[in-house]
C-alpha cells in the first residue's frame, strides 16, 4: 500500500509540474519567429524564394507582424501567399497592446477575436487565455490561435522558462537577463544587452519583455 501510495504521489507532482510548465511559459510556441529564424528554416518555408529570403533576413527585425505584412507585399507575396506563411511562420502580436490590424493577421482570427483579445487585457497567464478564449472557440482553436502571441514578460520577476520562450534567446541571454536585475529602464536594457547582441537583436528581444 506504501508503494502504491508513493507511485500516485510522484504521479501527481508530475503532473502538477507539467500544468506548472504549461501555464508559466509566456511566447506561445508552434511556429517559426520570421525576425530570428535561420536562412536555411525560412528557405524552407511556402514563397520564400532565395531572393525574399536574403532582404528578409537584411531588413528584420520588423516591429510586429503588420510592418512585415507590408513588406512583403511590396516583394510580390499576395495576401493569399502571406496567409499560408502565417500559418507556419510569424512575428507575435503583444496580447497587451497588439492593434486591431495585428490580431487581423492571424490566420483565422477574425473581427471576433480581435475584439475578445482587447477585452480581456491586461492578459497575465496562458490560464487566463484558455479560459476567456476556449468559451468561443474550444481548446483546439485556443491553442492554434497562442502560437500566434505572448504576454509580455516582467524582466524583474520572469522565470528562467518565461525567458527561454522567447524564440532563438538561450542561455546566454537568459544568464545576462537576470545578472542586470533590477532592470529600471529601456535604455538600460539597450545598454547592456546591447554589448552583447548589437542593437538589431536588442530591439527583437525588448519586444518580448516589460519592465514592471
Do not use: C
Not at 532582404?55 to 499560408?84: C, M, Y
Not at 482553436?141 to 520577476?157: A, S
Not at 545578472?179 to 530591439?203: C, M
Amino acid at each position: 500500500m506504501k508503494k502504491h501510495s508513493l507511485i500516485i504521489a510522484l504521479q501527481a507532482a508530475l503532473i502538477v509540474t507539467a500544468v506548472g510548465a504549461t501555464a508559466h511559459a509566456q511566447v506561445g510556441k508552434g511556429l517559426a519567429d520570421l525576425n530570428s529564424a535561420a536562412e536555411k528554416d525560412l528557405a524552407a518555408l511556402p514563397h520564400m524564394t532565395p531572393t525574399v529570403v536574403k532582404a528578409l533576413v537584411e531588413k528584420r527585425p520588423f516591429a510586429n507582424v503588420v510592418e512585415l505584412n507590408t513588406w512583403l507585399a511590396s516583394q510580390g507575396i499576395n495576401a493569399d501567399h502571406a496567409k499560408e506563411l502565417y500559418g507556419k511562420a510569424f512575428v507575435h502580436v503583444n496580447l497587451n497592446t497588439g492593434t486591431r490590424d495585428e490580431i487581423l493577421l492571424i490566420p483565422g482570427a477574425g473581427t471576433r477575436m480581435a475584439r475578445e483579445f482587447a477585452e480581456y487585457r491586461p492578459w497575465k497567464t496562458w490560464a487566463q487565455f484558455d479560459k476567456e478564449i476556449s468559451k468561443y472557440v474550444g481548446q483546439a482553436e485556443t491553442d492554434r490561435l497562442k502560437q500566434h502571441v505572448f504576454i509580455p514578460i516582467n524582466l524583474n520577476t520572469a522565470t528562467d522558462e518565461d525567458i527561454l520562450s522567447i524564440p532563438n534567446l538561450g542561455q546566454r541571454m537568459l544568464r545576462e537577463f537576470k545578472e542586470y536585475r533590477p532592470w529600471k529602464s529601456k535604455e538600460q536594457f539597450d545598454k547592456e544587452i546591447g554589448k552583447y547582441v548589437g542593437p538589431k537583436e536588442t530591439a527583437r528581444l525588448w519586444r518580448y519583455v516589460v519592465i514592471q
